[in-house]
């Protein structure tokens, strides 16, 4: 066999290869959680089996207000003692989506458990959750919930 013709190929395809426009970047896809994205919630993806989970909503915030949202054991003169779970939102005008996960086994058993929240815009207080008692450490749905004025 001829070494010739084999290395004028291989030279005329490097040749061509060379000389073709590179490929243009394809523009981002929005990837599916980008698309079926809800306001005020973050994707926390399933439940893993070590946790429960305390869900609901907020109605009445404003748009653009902060919401903080905890899970708290409170003592007996009605002070925090013990952080169980936070989330902070952003408000949209329309009722708003929570979710808290929590360890079950951190959760103490005869004491009082609170769920409270805040809302406040431009740094000032504006709205409160009165306390809801949460009495076991199960995956529970609160339904929605009203935040009051803020004294």
Same mark, same amino acid.
């Given at each position: 066999?001829? *070494? &010739?013709?084999?290395? +004028?190929? @291989? ?13 243009? %970047?394809?523009?981002?896809?929005? @990837?599916? /959680? ?10 926390? !993806? ?17 748009? !653009? ?5 905890? +899970? +708290?054991?409170?003592?007996?003169? =009605?002070? %925090?003692?013990?952080?169980?779970? =936070?989330?902070?939102? =952003?408000?949209?005008?329309?009722? *708003? ?10 959760? %103490? ?7 409270? !929240? &805040?809302?406040?815009? =431009? ?5 409160? +959750?009165? /306390?809801? &008692? ?7 749905? @609160? !339904? ?6 803020? %004294?």
């Amino acid at each position: 066999m001829q *070494l &010739r013709p084999l290395v +004028l190929l @291989t030279l005329f395809s490097f040749l061509v290869a060379c000389s073709s426009e590179a490929p243009k %970047p394809a523009a981002p896809q929005p @990837t599916p /959680a980008q698309e079926k994205k809800v306001p005020g919630i973050e994707d926390l !993806g399933p439940l893993p089996a070590y946790q429960r989970e305390i869900s609901g909503s907020l109605t009445n915030v404003p748009a !653009g207000a902060e919401v903080e949202m905890a +899970l +708290l054991v409170i003592d007996d003169r =009605s002070r %925090p003692q013990q952080l169980l779970a =936070s989330s902070v939102l =952003s408000g949209n005008g329309k009722p *708003l989506a929570f979710r808290l996960r929590f360890n079950p086994e951190a959760f %103490p058993v005869g004491a009082r458990v609170e769920l409270r !929240g &805040r809302a406040s815009q =431009s740094g000032q207080l504006i709205l409160h +959750l009165p /306390a809801v &008692r949460v009495t076991q450490a199960i995956t529970q749905t @609160t !339904g929605p919930l009203q935040l009051v004025k803020a %004294p």
